[in-house]
């Protein structure tokens, strides 16, 4: 069974810094393009970071410059560095996976609580 557990949320202040962990199981994730996406109160979910098993990466335009996803593929883990952080971070971050010519997300992790104050 395939599981993607989110870990180092939490409350920050403005202009600081949090990094997320995803430890992912349950198969071979070689291959497999592997990110996070996150939902803020009544919005909708959005992408935010993604890396692929070669390495290459994607951001979304509200958060490039500012966090850094990274990937240990020996411990099918991936991270996100968030820097600079802002209010409007504010959301519930998901770690998710898919095979990497594929177009949608096949797994999503339970998701880790980000809440940034002013």
């Known amino acids: 069974q395939v599981q993607l557990v989110e870990s180092g949320g939490g409350m920050v202040q403005a202009g600081g810094s949090l990094r997320l962990s995803c430890a992912a199981s349950?198969?071979?994730?070689?291959?497999?393009?592997m990110g996070w996406f996150r939902q803020a109160p009544g919005k909708e979910r959005e992408f935010v970071a993604a890396r692929g098993w070669s390495g290459n990466t994607h951001y979304a335009d509200s958060v490039k410059g500012r966090f850094t996803i990274s990937r240990d593929n020996a411990k099918n883990t991936v991270y996100l560095q968030m820097n600079s952080l802002k209010p409007e971070d504010t959301a519930v971050y998901y770690c998710?996976?898919?095979?990497?010519?594929?177009?949608?997300?096949?797994?999503w992790g339970q998701g880790t609580q980000v809440t940034v104050s002013s």
């Open positions: 998710v996976a898919k095979y990497a010519l594929k177009d949608d997300y096949d797994y």
């Open positions: 349950g198969r071979s994730f070689v291959s497999y393009t």
